[in-house]
DNA sequence: AATAAATTTTAGATGAATCTAACTTTAGAT
DNA sequence: ATCTAAAGTTAGATTCATCTAAAATTTATT
């Protein structure tokens, strides 16, 4: 019960990894925590001691049940505080990250709880990325890339596959926030330019790009 | 811009102990933080250079404008938390104060001005502790002991005064909470037993002690 | 298969925050 | 004023998370 951010921060790290190989490689963890690989080695063996990881020297480790709930833990605080600093707070997706890596691991299962509550169980963050339970359930989000969306059609903002700042800041500039009512009028045929518009405002443009990355709910 | 949680709690600490006496003993550090005074020495010499205190040896320490300003904006997150939790978030009096430890702890100002906006500039806390404005400066509360009212005089219950768990569980059972509208019927000249009821309801008894330690704002 | 390249681990060091034990200074009691 | 108790400091050790440099292992290349 010392200072489990480091250890959280790992275990988080390694469930993200998991999720792309069955094994996870120590200098991928380096990598994604902006450490070297000699300190990784060190943590190893210590969640291996823990029994939160099951580790074999140069093959490579995953995560045991506990460390996983551990891990998924941590994912869910995480993306219930950057809903509610974005629903509740009013701040733009792209400021949220940071804070949240922070309130990430604030420690009270009730206020988690209570959260979820008043966010009312929410399914995924403003990101797009789903909001595993209390019971570390991932319900698979029923998102759609706006570019999959027939044209006429309209459906609710839901989220992001790109999450760099300029991506986000751009959204906020042509007015694409969460919840919003989005409408496809039209897609150019040869470069899938989307005429679009919000909350039946006026109509514009985004490009291709744009549009496969932000994420929809349908009906 | 290390881990900014120790130096934090020794200033907030300090602080604390400036409001009863001008110098700061090395042992009421130790006491408040539950280490020992040896460590607590060696933190003076890195808060000394860092500037944050003003330290002479064996005769005591305060803490220079800086430290301070560091201490007092601590004491403000943990507070604005706190009626967060009661608030927003309907937590109990008694549940607030661990989690609000993990909490004053996180840093954004935008999202420690936000919380204030959002709870409406409060001027105290649920146990009716001032809350510092985002410049340091505290608004003297006009929160009295329920003990201090008239006979036949209404106001509302504003903080507590003891801050102990049992007292505010108490509270809890007889149903007194913060923000409930208090009318005193009379007071036994006795032993000062009080007949209250609360929010209009059916009228009870408390025991001088207690309403002591309820602090009401009239008017 | 032999060797080079990449990955991983080991060994040894560092800084932060803590401890205990021993020493020093200040303050209180006679 | 002296002595003793309390408070405070120093010295040396420990644990945690990190580092660099070097050694070991695995993987890739010719």
Redesign the interface.
């Known amino acids: 019960m010392k200072?489990s951010f480091t250890e959280e921060n790992y275990l988080k790290a390694i469930f993200k990894l998991s999720e792309k190989n069955e094994l996870v490689a120590t200098t991928d963890i380096a990598n994604m925590l902006n450490i070297r690989s000699a300190t990784v080695t060190d943590m190893l063996k210590k969640l291996a001691i823990k029994k939160l990881i099951r580790y074999e020297k140069y093959k490579g480790l995953y995560l045991t049940e506990k460390g996983r709930s551990i891990g998924v833990k941590i994912i869910r605080k995480h993306r219930l505080w950057e809903l509610f600093?974005v629903q509740?707070?009013?701040?733009k997706w792209d400021?949220v990250h940071?804070?949240a890596e922070?309130?990430e691991?604030?420690?009270?299962d009730?206020?988690t709880n209570?959260?979820d509550e008043?966010l009312d169980f929410p399914k995924s963050d403003p990101h797009g990325d789903p909001i595993p339970d209390k019971n570390g359930v991932f319900g698979k989000s029923r998102a759609i890339p706006l570019s999959d969306m027939k044209s006429k059609s309209t459906a609710i903002v839901s989220g992001v596959s790109e999450n760099n700042a300029t991506f986000l800041q751009y959204l906020d500039k042509i007015g694409v926030a969460l919840g919003d009512k989005i409408t496809i009028h039209s897609v150019e045929p040869y470069d899938q330019l989307h005429r679009i518009s919000i909350n039946q405002g006026k109509e514009f443009s985004i490009s291709k790009t744009v549009a496969q990355n932000i994420l929809v709910l349908v009906k």
Chains 1, 2 share one sequence.
Do not use: D, V
């Open positions: 200072n600093l509740k707070l009013k701040f400021e940071e804070i922070q309130l691991h604030i420690q009270s009730e206020l209570r959260l008043i």
